[in-house]
């Protein structure tokens, strides 16, 4: 039985309100990690030629019942699904594959054309929350449209192999399977339901809800009871059509000649249900039972299916939170950084000088920062805020500097005095100070 809440009624005004189980928040502390990760991606995929893309959260449901398949668990039990006010029946986007697929058609830009593109942002799935699992989690999607492979998917590849670099996290191994046509998957997916309905009695129970609906999934299947059953299975890559042998051999000389190691894993199935041929998951063994942190394979079929001219496609996600718990673990949070200039307002009448003051030379050095004292206080309280801030120099205007037409200026780190500097020989006399002053916190 789903349990309900109550809705809340008036009378809780004022009661504090918890924030939805599996959604976190990101507090200015964490996230000067995400940004050196999104700065950094971002970087490298218009190195590739990468575009970005930005697509709606919520599509309608439809969309990824046809795309992801009714018998996954994502379409099965996780999907964000509700009624709107229209009577539409719309989902929060599980992944972004689907969306950007449905926003090529819709604009009219498959016609035999290639696209490359990358889409950032927050995913939805109703999952069990634990450490490196949420129900609001950020992937980058990245998706290369238009080409059969293995030639893009070997570059594909290198390039996330690439970032790993980048970033600096090091440790992660890639896995590598071909999952073959639909056609030879489904006589493997006949041999595989054999042998396991010959085993049935050691089945859990998802894998034999499984059986019928994604027979394949129970290989993917975290129960550690359920391992030695799935070491026996038959093996997919035993089962491939020709072709698809040819383009996965080719994928995986063309990384070894790259330098790109990688390991096949014939159990790797992956758990949506649009791929085909080239699957891979890079893995980490440091985030415990989470160990996937970028995900992806090709999707010939995909586009065709949602109603696009058919077109070859391949592309994978990341899982941000995972990757920047990686960072975080290697030591790469880079803080926030500190003003340069704490500005320190003797008295009520001089703030309006003083922000006119630093608004013209926030136009004259943009890449300064200031901070300005707000608020009032005495100049002691705003030195003791000065020091705390992390800034370099105070800049210092009383109602006697404003009278005298200067600014007094005050290093904040290390020895040197205080000095006066005219007004109308700023801002150079603010460079040289900076300059004086010495780096920042
Ligand atoms: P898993 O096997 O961990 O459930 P998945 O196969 O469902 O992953 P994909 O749908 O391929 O994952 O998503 C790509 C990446 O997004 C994963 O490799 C993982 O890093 C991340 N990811 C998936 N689900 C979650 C989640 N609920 N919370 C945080 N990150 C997630
Ligand atoms: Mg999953």
């Not at 059953?229 to 035993?238: N, Y």
């Amino acid at each position: 039985m789903r349990r309900h809440r109550a809705s809340r009624t008036v009378s809780d005004v004022g009661e504090q309100i918890q924030p939805v189980r599996g959604m976190n928040d990101v507090l200015p502390e964490a996230i000067g990690a995400w940004q050196y990760f999104e700065c950094r991606t971002r970087e490298l995929l218009g190195a590739y030629g990468y575009e970005e893309i930005r697509v709606p959260l919520l599509e309608h449901t439809e969309l990824f019942q046809r795309a992801i398949g009714e018998h996954t668990d994502v379409v099965g039990k996780e999907m964000y699904t509700f009624i709107d006010r229209g009577g539409d029946s719309l989902t929060l986007r599980p992944e972004a594959t689907a969306g950007i697929v449905r926003a090529l058609i819709s604009n009219g830009m498959l016609r035999g054309q290639r696209h490359k593109l990358w889409c950032l942002g927050p995913m939805f799935r109703h999952e069990a929350p634990q450490a490196g699992r949420y129900r609001q989690f950020w992937q980058v999607d990245v998706e290369a449209i238009g080409c059969p492979g293995p030639d893009v998917d070997a570059e594909l590849i290198a390039m996330s192999a690439r970032l790993w670099d980048r970033l600096g996290i090091a440790g992660l191994r890639l896995q590598l399977n071909s999952l073959g046509t639909p056609e030879s998957r489904r006589l493997y997916r006949a041999r595989l339901v054999d042998y396991l309905k010959a085993h049935e009695a050691q089945l859990d129970s998802d894998s034999r809800r499984r059986l019928t609906g994604n027979p394949l999934r129970v290989l993917d299947s975290k129960n550690p009871d359920m391992q030695e059953l799935i070491r026996g299975a038959p093996l997919l890559t035993e089962h491939l059509d020709a072709e698809s042998q040819a383009h996965f051999a080719e994928l995986c000389a063309t990384l070894r000649a790259v330098g790109v190691p990688y390991e096949i894993n014939p159990r790797l199935v992956r758990g949506l249900d649009y791929y085909n041929r080239t699957v891979f998951e890079w893995i980490t063994a440091s985030t415990g039972a989470q160990n996937a942190v970028c995900s992806g394979g090709r999707y010939d079929g995909l586009i065709a299916q949602l109603g696009g001219d058919a077109t070859p496609a391949i592309g994978f996600a990341m899982g941000v939170e995972r990757l920047v718990a990686l960072l975080v673990a290697a030591g790469r949070t880079p803080a926030a950084a500190a003003p340069d200039v704490y500005v320190v307002v003797g008295g009520p009448h001089s703030f309006t000088p003083a922000l006119q003051l630093i608004e013209r030379l926030r136009t004259e050095r943009p890449a300064v920062r200031f901070e300005l004292n707000v608020g009032g206080g005495a100049l002691k309280a705003q030195f003791r805020r000065a020091d705390r801030s992390g800034a370099r120099l105070a800049l210092i205007l009383g109602e006697d500097e404003i009278a005298r037409g200067v600014v007094a200026l005050k290093p904040l780190r290390g020895s040197g005095g205080q000095s006066e500097c005219p007004m109308a020989q700023l801002p150079a006399g603010l460079d040289a100070a900076l300059a004086a002053a010495g780096p920042g916190a």
